[in-house]
């Protein structure tokens, strides 16, 4: 069952600190196995541990059917309630108050040769898009209307975050000079001030959408009542393709740290391949 997939793989994130992208021929052999989608998740910058997971006793009125997910959430700020929809090759997920009012929001797709990734409040937005090609990595982010684009080589987590380090310390001069040209230019257009920025509701939204207690209680929701398990459209190949990718290492998790509540709990890219096998777990015909 798919949703087994996720909490097998949620146990991995959890025991795993940091893991290099696996070796292309070794990925080739597991095409279309459950194995592509062990993709770590515990490779952010943990200066600022998360203190967002949600209690499996804390998860309440759970519903799934076709039109989407939905369940409240206690936390120290009062309840929470979640809403998670498939809108085509898109997964929309929002935290709201008791009002309506949005509090986060993270949207994630894979257009087929890039994932995309939306976090959102009422009053930001960060657009972030990330493809491979010949050896790089391609970024566009657009924040609040602001836009950048960068090319840099594809490195392993260590590695991007020897150079983060040595940049930090203003050793330049051992940096691949692309690297440090997108690193000048993603410190100089990142706004921190922006609500998207060490944003506890945007912690609780993301922890619990990838909570080992949230794929149980799905577990058991579909055990008792199947037919809640819809498939709706075709099958996406997201999960070749985060397989090929590895660990998530966008600058943003980089230079944001703890701040960013997607990097608390892992680099974005991986954030994204998550809730995209969530949709595929209840909707898509994966």
């Known amino acids: 069952m798919h949703v087994e ?3 097998r793989r949620l146990a991995a994130w959890d025991a795993v600190a940091t893991t290099r992208a696996p070796p292309k021929k070794a990925i080739m052999k597991r095409i279309g196995l459950v194995t592509l989608l062990l993709l770590p998740l515990a490779c952010s910058n943990h200066d600022h541990p998360t203190q967002a997971q949600v209690s499996a006793d804390k998860i309440a009125a ?3 059917d076709a039109g989407g997910l939905r369940f409240t959430a206690e936390t120290p700020r009062g309840r929470r309630f979640v809403r998670v929809q498939p809108e085509g090759t898109r997964i929309r997920s929002r935290l709201e108050d008791a009002s309506g009012r949005l509090l986060f929001g993270v949207a994630a797709e894979f257009d087929g040769r890039s994932m995309i990734v939306v976090e959102s409040t009422e009053k930001d937005e960060l657009r972030i898009e990330r493809s491979y090609s010949a050896g790089d990595v391609h970024e566009r982010l657009r924040l609040n209307g602001r ?3 960068v090319t840099y080589p594809q490195l392993d987590y260590r590695t991007m975050e020897k150079f983060r380090e040595q940049y930090r310390r203003g050793d330049f001069a051992r940096i691949p000079p692309r690297l440090l040209d997108a690193f000048r230019a993603f ?3 990142y706004d921190a001030a922006q609500t998207l920025h060490w944003n506890p509701e945007g912690e609780t939204l993301i ?4 909570s080992r207690d949230l ?3 799905i577990r058991s929701a579909l055990a008792e009542q199947p037919s809640i ?4 459209g075709s099958r996406r190949d997201f999960s070749v393709h985060c397989a090929f990718v590895g660990i998530g290492t ?3 998790c980089f230079f944001g740290g703890a701040g960013n509540p997607i990097c608390l709990i892992g680099a974005y890219y991986s954030i994204g391949c998550g809730i995209l096998e969530l949709g595929c777990s209840l909707w898509w015909n994966c």
């Open 250 to 252: 966008g600058l943003k």
């Open 229 to 232: 398990h819809r498939r709706l």
């Open 187 to 189: 410190e100089e257009f």
């Open 215 to 217: 794929a149980e209680r």
């Open 5 to 7: 997939r996720i909490s």
């Open 62 to 64: 759970l519903e799934i």
């Open 147 to 149: 836009e950048l684009a």
């Open 207 to 210: 922890a619990t959408l990838l």
